[in-house]
């Protein structure tokens, strides 16, 4: 590692926010966390970060947090991140996701920070012309939640292009698995994503999984899409904040995934695989909004970063999921 970096990262005490402290930790950086708690949780940040409670949108605090922890760069994980949600109350994520984001992006402008890795979704591709999808492709969102973060996504170009300034945009596909040590992993309540709610039935916590549509163009007609392992997605932000102060005339939006991937039969298989158990799966129509099949083109992240997963194998995903799932139970129940 060259220099260690001070880096702010929002929403640090959320699930992949909290993966992303410790990858940093792990490389010997500083992660200092902002967060509002409004879906993560304080004790799911590691020990060794400075935590401050608070929103992105609060300048003052902002500003304030960047001079006295000295920070070099911002990893923005804050946000809104449910799909449906943004098609019932679009505005909040127009706040939360694309409002707020400028209000984070002109403080670190003017308070002189120049690199920030934002999350992306493969959401801003909306249904893909093809599949694996590259990132010169279309980007045409089909909910509030895509066009709210192609909007942070156009606004961060844009200021690139303006000042001293660079970016990563990295647009994960669908985020799975937790640290292989069990200090962190997807805590969410109400979750909506698929393996953590197939690892919550596993573990008794609900009593079935459904199956939204079988009549997909795919091979056992349910949808299907590219899972990547959180820590892999963790060690891409890493790579990504080391090249944008490497090079600071140059900006990247990049795809994040393994560039294959799995239907919905496919991951309960693997879960019951696993746990040597079988899921109860309810057959039901599609979910709105769902496209077919969603793969990355994986090329251009490891071409330029030299990426490259560590865990790229969905059984092991599932292991890391569940293991988390039990040590989340203990948690609750203490
Ligand atoms: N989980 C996925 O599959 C996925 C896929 C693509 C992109 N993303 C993006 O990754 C980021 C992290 O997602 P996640 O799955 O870890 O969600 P999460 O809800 O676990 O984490 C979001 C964190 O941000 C905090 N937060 C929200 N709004 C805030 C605000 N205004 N000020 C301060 N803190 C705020 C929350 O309390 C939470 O800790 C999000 O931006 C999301 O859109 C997630
Ligand atoms: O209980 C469930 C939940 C999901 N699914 C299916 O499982 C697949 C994955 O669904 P998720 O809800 O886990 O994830 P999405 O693909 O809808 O969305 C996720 O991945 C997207 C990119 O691929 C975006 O990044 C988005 O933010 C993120 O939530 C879909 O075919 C969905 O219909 C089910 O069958 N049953």
């Given at each position: 590692m060259g220099q260690k970096l001070n880096v702010l990262v929002t929403?640090?005490?959320?699930?992949?926010?909290?993966?992303?402290?410790?990858?940093?930790?792990?490389?010997?950086?500083?992660?200092?966390?902002?967060?509002?708690?409004?879906?993560?949780?304080?004790?799911?940040?590691a020990e060794d970060a400075r935590f401050y409670y608070g929103d992105i949108s609060d300048s003052v605090l902002v500003e304030s947090i960047i001079r006295d922890e000295h920070i070099d760069a911002i990893m923005h994980f804050a946000?809104?991140?449910?799909?449906?949600?943004?098609?019932e109350n679009p505005l909040k994520y127009y706040n939360n996701n694309t409002a707020k984001s400028r209000s984070l992006i002109e403080t670190a402008v003017s308070s002189g920070v120049?690199?920030?890795?934002?999350?992306?979704?493969?959401?801003?591709?909306?249904?893909?012309?093809?599949?694996?999808?590259?990132?010169?492709?279309?980007t045409k969102p089909i909910n509030p939640y895509g066009t709210s973060k192609l909007m942070t996504e156009m606004m961060l170009r844009d200021?690139?292009?303006?000042?001293?300034?660079?970016?990563?945009?990295?647009?994960?596909?669908?985020?799975?698995?937790?640290?292989?040590?069990a200090r962190s992993g997807q805590s969410t309540v109400g979750a909506t994503h698929l393996l953590k709610i197939a690892v919550e039935a596993a573990l008794g916590k609900r009593d079935s999984v459904s199956v939204f549509g079988t009549d997909y163009a795919t091979e056992d007609g349910t949808g299907?899409?590219?899972y990547i392992h959180v820590s892999d997605l963790a060690a891409a932000h890493v790579i990504a904040l080391e090249a944008?102060?490497?090079?600071?005339?140059?900006?990247?939006?990049?795809?994040c995934g393994y560039g294959h991937g799995y239907s919905v039969m496919q991951v309960l298989d693997a879960v019951d695989r696993v746990t040597n158990k079988k899921l109860d799966r309810k057959m039901e129509g599609r979910r709105a909004g769902d496209p077919d099949s969603l793969i990355s083109d994986n090329r251009a992240i490891k071409d330029r970063f030299g990426w490259e997963p560590r865990f790229d194998n969905l059984d092991q995903i599932v292991q890391h999921a569940l293991a988390w799932e039990r040590r989340l139970t203990d948690i609750q129940s203490a």
């Amino acid at each position: 590692m060259g220099q260690k970096l001070n880096v702010l990262v929002t929403g640090g005490a959320g699930y992949i926010g909290s993966h992303a402290v410790l990858a940093l930790i792990d490389a010997g950086h500083r992660p200092v966390v902002i967060d509002n708690l409004v879906t993560g949780f304080r004790w799911a940040v590691a020990e060794d970060a400075r935590f401050y409670y608070g929103d992105i949108s609060d300048s003052v605090l902002v500003e304030s947090i960047i001079r006295d922890e000295h920070i070099d760069a911002i990893m923005h994980f804050a946000g809104s991140v449910v799909v449906p949600e943004s098609v019932e109350n679009p505005l909040k994520y127009y706040n939360n996701n694309t409002a707020k984001s400028r209000s984070l992006i002109e403080t670190a402008v003017s308070s002189g920070v120049k690199h920030m890795i934002f999350s992306s979704t493969a959401a801003t591709y909306g249904i893909p012309e093809t599949s694996p999808v590259r990132e010169d492709m279309a980007t045409k969102p089909i909910n509030p939640y895509g066009t709210s973060k192609l909007m942070t996504e156009m606004m961060l170009r844009d200021v690139a292009a303006a000042h001293d300034f660079n970016y990563c945009a990295l647009r994960y596909f669908n985020v799975a698995g937790a640290d292989p040590l069990a200090r962190s992993g997807q805590s969410t309540v109400g979750a909506t994503h698929l393996l953590k709610i197939a690892v919550e039935a596993a573990l008794g916590k609900r009593d079935s999984v459904s199956v939204f549509g079988t009549d997909y163009a795919t091979e056992d007609g349910t949808g299907v899409r590219d899972y990547i392992h959180v820590s892999d997605l963790a060690a891409a932000h890493v790579i990504a904040l080391e090249a944008l102060v490497a090079d600071p005339a140059r900006s990247h939006t990049l795809n994040c995934g393994y560039g294959h991937g799995y239907s919905v039969m496919q991951v309960l298989d693997a879960v019951d695989r696993v746990t040597n158990k079988k899921l109860d799966r309810k057959m039901e129509g599609r979910r709105a909004g769902d496209p077919d099949s969603l793969i990355s083109d994986n090329r251009a992240i490891k071409d330029r970063f030299g990426w490259e997963p560590r865990f790229d194998n969905l059984d092991q995903i599932v292991q890391h999921a569940l293991a988390w799932e039990r040590r989340l139970t203990d948690i609750q129940s203490a």
